[in-house]
């Protein structure tokens, strides 16, 4: 019984499905560009920190001005809902532990911001342009699982490519690297 739990488990992480103990692998990656694909669609491209895949992930007008705004340390006059939820976490003296892209479904991406309060820990399921606009205000790590990067990744971008960030700012000291990808 025990070989055939061993071999499911080799079998398992062989197929990327996680690492040895059976959970998924979430791999980090950081905001690489907000831009507009050909139809003028706005697009979030995340990068894998420690490799060279890239994850575009079509999102609304509103969170790409909201992501853009915020990498490019530009703060409205008001608040607008992803700094109101950094503020509510922090307000209910919880902390945004990590946001991670979770799956693909029916070519839908989802995630789940992982939170913890008063020593119990949270999982809210999320758009993942609204969790990544608050995983920036909040200063959290943003993650994808290794299943979602098989399925959608693409390949790493070339010098040639050029793509105009939403808003056309230059980002800020620090800010995530700006490089584009045709899509």
Known sequence: ?????????????????????????DVP???????????????????????????????GAAEASSIDAEIHNQRPS??????F???????????????????IRNGTFYAVLVLEAH???IEIDAR???AIATALRAGAPILVREQVFEEA??????????RQSVGGRAPRAGAPA???VEL
Do not use: F, Y
């Open 1 to 25: 019984m025990a070989i055939h739990a061993l071999v499911a488990l080799v079998w398992l992480a062989s197929l990327g499905c996680g690492g040895p103990d059976g959970a998924p692998r």
């Open 29 to 59: 990656v950081r905001v690489s560009l907000v831009a507009l694909d050909a139809q003028n669609v706005p697009v979030l491209i995340l990068e894998e920190e420690a490799g060279a895949r890239l994850l575009p992930i079509s999102i």
């Open 78 to 83: 008001r608040p607008n809902s992803h700094d």
């Open 85 to 103: 939820a950094a503020r509510l976490i922090a307000g209910l003296e919880g902390e945004l532990l990590r946001v991670v892209v979770t799956e």
């Open 119 to 121: 020593g119990k820990r």
């Open 128 to 130: 993942p342009s609204d």
């Open 153 to 162: 990744g693409e390949a790493p971008a070339s010098d040639d490519d050029e």
């Open 178 to 180: 700006t490089r584009a």
